[in-house]
């Protein structure tokens, strides 16, 4: 079981950037991970998605814009989000799988293993 810490939410305005941090611990050898955000009344949806070797997938909302990043000997996970816009206004969510089809993964929040608690992401005009 992995268990997952976000942090580095906070509120920015649109254009600007942020960067969110996910602390794992307990045991995450052989997991992707991932970041997972949930606008306001919508269903959670995929944002970024990165390997066991690093090879990373972006949901197209995000492209060009968000950098997702990993460092394996601290067990931690990134979000640098940059040209924010009011659209990304949501929770954002850390979340860790083990085995199956990692490129799908971003599309399919529901093979999500394990989930943080959260951090809240808020993009104003």
């Known amino acids: 079981q992995v268990q997952l810490v976000e942090s580095g939410g906070d509120s920015v305005q649109a254009g600007g950037s942020l960067k969110l941090t996910c602390a794992a611990s307990?045991?995450?050898?052989?997991?992707?991970m991932g970041w997972f955000r949930q606008p306001p009344g919508k269903e959670r949806e995929g944002v970024a998605t990165i390997s066991i070797g690093g090879s990373t997938n972006y949901a197209d909302s995000v492209k060009g814009r968000f950098t997702i990043s990993r460092d394996v000997t601290t067990n931690t996970l990134y979000l640098q989000m940059n040209s924010l816009k009011l659209e990304d206004t949501a929770m954002y969510y850390c979340?860790?799988?083990?085995?199956?089809?990692?490129?799908?993964?971003?599309?399919?929040?529901?093979?999500?293993?394990?989930w943080g608690q959260g951090t809240q992401v808020t993009v104003s005009s």
């Open positions: 979340a860790a799988k083990r085995g199956g089809d990692f490129m799908t993964w971003v599309l399919n929040p529901r093979e999500t293993q394990s």
């Open positions: 307990g045991y995450t050898s052989g997991y992707y």
